[in-house]
């Protein structure tokens, strides 16, 4: 499971390039996350750690290439939000 600015970013990277057909620059993600250019590139070497993006040319955040748009499932069941006095309309 990402932590929360590392979700963001993979999730402002994901939906801008699919909007722009471009990555965006950091200033373009200071403004998109609130964060500094510190925590950005901490975002961003986790992430390519986490193999959710490939960052080799680490001057330029052009050549990002996004290999997941999104966090990965984890092995951990959902909980059931139904009620057992609800079962009933959902079952039958």
């Known amino acids: 499971m990402l932590p929360d600015y590392e979700r963001k970013v993979l999730g402002i990277l994901h939906n801008y390039t699919s909007q722009r057909s471009r990555m965006p620059n950091i200033h373009e993600l200071e403004i998109k996350t609130g964060l500094s250019k510190q925590r950005i ?7 390519e750690k986490e193999s959710y993006i490939v960052w080799e040319d680490k001057s330029s955040l052009e050549r990002i290439l996004i290999t997941e748009g999104w966090e990965r499932e984890t092995d951990t069941p959902k909980q059931s939000t139904v009620k057992p006095n609800s079962k009933y309309w959902t079952e039958y």
């Open 41 to 47: 590139k901490e975002a961003l070497l986790l992430l």
